[in-house]
Every structure is written in structure tokens, then in C-alpha cells.
């Protein structure tokens, strides 16, 4: 259940006040709208105490109450979206788009318009209103470090580190500064002048265990660092919270594990993921079969000539942690070529095509019944939305490793689209994903036996894939990468049909920002130590071995 409240929301309910005179029939109705605005007033203040006890249809209702004899009514509207919040972000984005509209010189609204389009991957629409809520509020440090977040997220970190270095003149207190402008320059590889801003993070108590955690991700130890005492002291501190206290786990681990003290390194990850939510493998397992029986031989024959001619996609996909990072720089690093990153707009397109109940009956009903019209529409959304990052680029490369769920979709828009699908030997592909912090949506990583069972369900996938789009996915292997980068770079840059350049044997020069778990490793050239790294951990890995099956090794 989302308990988000809106940030300030008392501040737009007015106090009641005590009955009026009897006044001319103006002045009556005038009385009588302040009436009714108090009566929306109580009604809004109830929807909230109701929504912090999670009675959320509730409050929901009493908003429509208001909505129902006002429907511009921007505080229900915006009370409205805050509700929908991690429930159904498409119709927050609808609340808030008409509460902007109903109160655009208020500013609290653009920035809550603005962080739910930066969460469903909008980055151009969410930046468009953190620079309208700045130039409503000026000075705002908050809405300064999103539109941060926002413009390092969407590639420009460039643009995102003045924003922090004026947050910082502004109020060099605020918690958000820091270690927003320590994450802008990491993305643009300056990591001396991030790591200033991570210990300074850390001297002022400002986010101290995101700011070790992002300490010691940005480098590779070969023994034990001055901070490390300090970090392990950071897992004594009762005024930490359970989050806090998994990262500075991850942060141990992390060190540990470049020490190869894997016993110790491994009791850490172990103690990060006590927390995380349990995986539904079983739920897994069904969505997969549904896809493979959805996606068939016959219902993709049928739907021949469906979706856009363009070339421009290139997706990159597979695990998290088996190249897909490297294989999108080595890409991107062509000139005729752009790197967008992680992109969320698939999946959003996918949402929407089942959006009373995202049901896997509603979704095979839209595919099925989809339109040649309905499926070119859908293509130009998609390449508006990528078009943005890169107006020119002869192929933009969207690295969204889930995006191997989609294939059957990529196919039905887009039939030139170019897929790369990166492979690598499967424990120590598991591995790297268990040592990492992942969202909730990669739960499924917080236990190894999970992660190797997870793992075998994308491998079938993968398999059903190849057998119905036979030889239109370039398997790109990690450890081939490694010991061949000429070859196996040409063979990717073949496969966009774009000719060779040199350049793409440099990818680690490259400029730009880079923002995956992966955004120190891509800054070095390509090394072997992660290659075979799993035999270092003995029994302490045997319940992904088990789990993995035939697959272990391969």
C-alpha cells in the first residue's frame, strides 16, 4: 500500500471559518462558495487522515466527492495522484496533469507531475516541469536536485552539475546535495571530484551509507582502505535505518570481496538481503510460459507486416550483469551511433496494452486483436520517445537487460529492429547479480537458489526466441568479449550495418555520461578477472549450483 502523503498539503486547505450574516444575494453566493470550498476543505482533510490508515478507496472516494461538483478542483486532483502513486503511476500522471493545468503557478504540482514522469522513464516531460517548479520557487534546493537526477538520468550529467553546485551555495546542508552531485560526476567519470563529495557527504552525516556504499563502487581494492574500519563501526549505529544498514552490508561486501575474503565478503550479501522481498518463482515460471505460448509460430505469421520499417532501435538485452553496459558502449562509441541507456517506454507500452486489470488474459486479448495501425502507432511512440535522446543517430541502443521478456513485442513493432542479446557463464553471471543492491523488481537476486531457478526460466525464454526468429539475434558472449575485443567488437558493429570505426575499440575514452552499476567498469579497458570468478567460492555458492542444474558453467 502506497502511505506517500503530499509534501505540505495543509498549506492548501483553508480553516474553517464560523457562520456568516445574512447578506445581499451576491454577497450570499459568495458565502455560499466559501461554504462549499470549507466543506471541500474537510472532505480533502479526511481523504488524507483516511489514506494514513490505509484506507485508500476510501480517501479515494471522498476525493471524487469533490471532484464530482468541481472537477478542476486542483488539490483533489493532486491528492488523487498522490494516492495512485506505485499503484497505477499512468493514472497519477493523469491527476497531476490536470492538476497543473487547473493551478499552473503552483509549483508543488509541477515537481509531483515531474518525479512521476522521471519514474516511468519520461525524462523530458519530468525535466520540463522541475525547470517550471524552479522558476516558480526560486531558490528550491529540492526541485534543483531532481531536475539533477533528472538531466543524469537522461544522459546530460553535464547539465545536472551546475543545478547541484547551486543547491549547494544555496543550502549545503540539505541531504540531497552531495551526494546527487557525487553520482552526476561518477556518470561523467570524474571520480576524484566525486569521491571529495562523497567523504564530505560522510563528515557532515549527510546520507552516510549510500555515500561509502558509493565509495567503494568506484574502485577496485587490492587491500584494505581507511574507511573500511569505519564502515564495518557504521553497522553498530542504532540511529540507522533497515535500508542503511543493507548498504553498508553491500558497501562491506563489496570490499571483502576485491580482498577475496569471499567467506567474509559472502556473510555480508548474505546479511544485505535478509530484508528483501520473497520472489514469486512460481508466478515467474507461468508469465513465461505465457509468452512463449502467446508469441507462437502461427499468431506471429499472421501479424507479418505489422509495426515500422526503421531501423533506429538496437536493443540490448539479457541478464543484469552480463555485458550489456559493455556492449552498449562499444556500440554507442560509433559515430553513427547513440547510447539511451536504460529505457523503461517498452514496458510502459506493454502496461498499457492491458490497463483495466494487467492481467496476462487482457494483454493476449490487445496483441491479438491488435490493428496494423494500432502497431505502426505504438512504433512512433516508441521512436518519438528515443528520438528525443538522440534527434540524428543513424542507431540509438536501448539496454534495458528485461527487456529479453519483450522479444516477441520488439518483433511485432519493429521487424528491422536489431536485438543483441549478452550471454555469460551462468554462475558468474548469478553471482555479480547477487552481489549487487537491486530494486524490488529483481528480487528474485536475493537468494542464490532463487537466482539460479530465475535464471533457467530466461534461458528457456531465450531459447523459444531463437526458435521462432531464427538467426535474427547476435548472441554476444562476455568471455569472448574479453578474450577477443577486436573480432567481437567488428561482429557487433556488422550486425547494426554500420561500417567499422576504430573508435569502438576505445569505448572506455568515450565521453558522456553512463549510468548502470556498471559506469566505473566501462571507464577501464576490458579485463579477465570476472571471468571464471565464481570457482574462488566453494560450497557457499552449491544452492545456485544446485539450482542451476545443467546450466551451471555454461
Known amino acids: 500500500?502506497?502511505?506517500?502523503?503530499?509534501?505540505?498539503?495543509?498549506?492548501?486547505?483553508?480553516?474553517?471559518?464560523?457562520p456568516k450574516n445574512p447578506q445581499p444575494k451576491i454577497a450570499q453566493l459568495k458565502a455560499s462558495s466559501r461554504s462549499q470550498a470549507q466543506a471541500d476543505d474537510a472532505l480533502l482533510r479526511q481523504a488524507v487522515e483516511l489514506h494514513r490508515a490505509n484506507r485508500l478507496l476510501d480517501a479515494e472516494a471522498l476525493c471524487q466527492r469533490v471532484l464530482a461538483h468541481n472537477p478542476r478542483h486542483p488539490l483533489a486532483?493532486?491528492?488523487?495522484?498522490?494516492?495512485?502513486?506505485?499503484?497505477d503511476d499512468e493514472?497519477?500522471?493523469?491527476?497531476?496533469?490536470?492538476?497543473?493545468?487547473?493551478?499552473?503557478?503552483?509549483?508543488?504540482?509541477?515537481?509531483?507531475?515531474?518525479e512521476t514522469y522521471l519514474k516511468v522513464g519520461e525524462h523530458a516531460d519530468a525535466i520540463r516541469h522541475f525547470e517550471r517548479a524552479c522558476g516558480l520557487k526560486a531558490d528550491w534546493v529540492e526541485a534543483l536536485c531532481t531536475l539533477g537526477r533528472a538531466y543524469t538520468e537522461f544522459g546530460k550529467a553535464d547539465m545536472a552539475v551546475p543545478l547541484y553546485e547551486k543547491a549547494l551555495r544555496i543550502n549545503g546542508g540539505h541531504p540531497l546535495v552531495r551526494m546527487g552531485l557525487a553520482n552526476a560526476l561518477v556518470s561523467l567519470g570524474r571520480m576524484d571530484d566525486a569521491t571529495g563529495y562523497m567523504n564530505e557527504a560522510i563528515s557532515h552525516r549527510q546520507d552516510v551509507a549510500a555515500a561509502y556504499n558509493g565509495l567503494v563502487s568506484i574502485r577496485k581494492f587490492t587491500e584494505e582502505p581507511a574507511e573500511f574500519k569505519s564502515i564495518l563501526a557504521e553497522l553498530n549505529n542504532p540511529a540507522l535505518d533497515a535500508k542503511s544498514i543493507q548498504q553498508i552490508h553491500y558497501a562491506a561486501g563489496k570490499v571483502l570481496n576485491d580482498l577475496r575474503r569471499y567467506d567474509e565478503a559472502m556473510d555480508h550479501f548474505g546479511q544485505a538481503k535478509r530484508s528483501a522481498r520473497r520472489f514469486d518463482m512460481e508466478g515467474y515460471r507461468r508469465s513465461v510460459d505465457f509468452m512463449i505460448e502467446l508469441f507462437s509460430p502461427q499468431m506471429l505469421a499472421a501479424k507479418a507486416g505489422y509495426g515500422s520499417s526503421s531501423?533506429?532501435?538496437?536493443?540490448?538485452?539479457?541478464m543484469p550483469r552480463s555485458g550489456t553496459t559493455l556492449t552498449e558502449q562499444i556500440c554507442a562509441s560509433h559515430p553513427d551511433a547513440y547510447g539511451a541507456g536504460e529505457l523503461t517506454k517498452l514496458r510502459r507500452i506493454t502496461n498499457r496494452l492491458a490497463p483495466k486489470t494487467r492481467s496476462p488474459e487482457e494483454l493476449r486479448g490487445s496483441i491479438l486483436n491488435m490493428t496494423v495501425d494500432q502497431s505502426k502507432s505504438l512504433a512512433e511512440e516508441y521512436l518519438t520517445h528515443i528520438r528525443q535522446k538522440s534527434p540524428e543517430a543513424s542507431r540509438i541502443v536501448d539496454k534495458?537487460?528485461?527487456n529479453f521478456e519483450l522479444i516477441g513485442l520488439i518483433r511485432l513493432l519493429f521487424p528491422k529492429a536489431r536485438i543483441i542479446h549478452c550471454r555469460r557463464d551462468a554462475i558468474d553471471n548469478c553471482l555479480s547479480c547477487y552481489f549487487l543492491s537491486f530494486n524490488e523488481d529483481n528480487s528474485y537476486a536475493a537468494d542464490l537458489h532463487t537466482l539460479g531457478l530465475y535464471y533457467r526460466e530466461y534461458h528457456r525464454l531465450m531459447r523459444h526466441w531463437d526458435t521462432v526468429f531464427p538467426g535474427q539475434i547476435l548472441h554476444s558472449r562476455y568471455e569472448d568479449m574479453v578474450s577477443d575485443q577486436e573480432g567481437q567488437s567488428r561482429r557487433l558493429i556488422?550486425?547494426?550495418g554500420l561500417p567499422w570505426d576504430d573508435a569502438c575499440l576505445r569505448f572506455f575514452d568515450k565521453g558522456g555520461s553512463v549510468n548502470t552499476f556498471?559506469?566505473?567498469?566501462?571507464?577501464?579497458p576490458i579485463y579477465t578477472s570476472s571471468v571464471n570468478r565464481w570457482k574462488a567460492y566453494g560450497s557457499a555458492i552449491q544452492p545456485l549450483v544446485d539450482a542451476l542444474g545443467d546450466l551451471a558453467g555454461v
Open 77 to 87: 486532483l493532486y491528492l488523487l495522484g498522490t494516492f495512485a502513486l506505485g499503484l
Open 91 to 114: 493514472m497519477a500522471i493523469r491527476c497531476f496533469e490536470r492538476a497543473v493545468e487547473a493551478a499552473p503557478q503552483n509549483p508543488n504540482y509541477h515537481m509531483a507531475l515531474g
Open 400 to 402: 534495458l537487460p528485461h
Open 1 to 18: 500500500m502506497n502511505n506517500r502523503l503530499p509534501p505540505a498539503w495543509s498549506r492548501h486547505l483553508k480553516t474553517p471559518s464560523g
Open 494 to 496: 556488422d550486425h547494426l
Open 311 to 318: 531501423e533506429v532501435p538496437v536493443f540490448v538485452l539479457g
Open 518 to 524: 556498471s559506469r566505473w567498469q566501462v571507464r577501464q
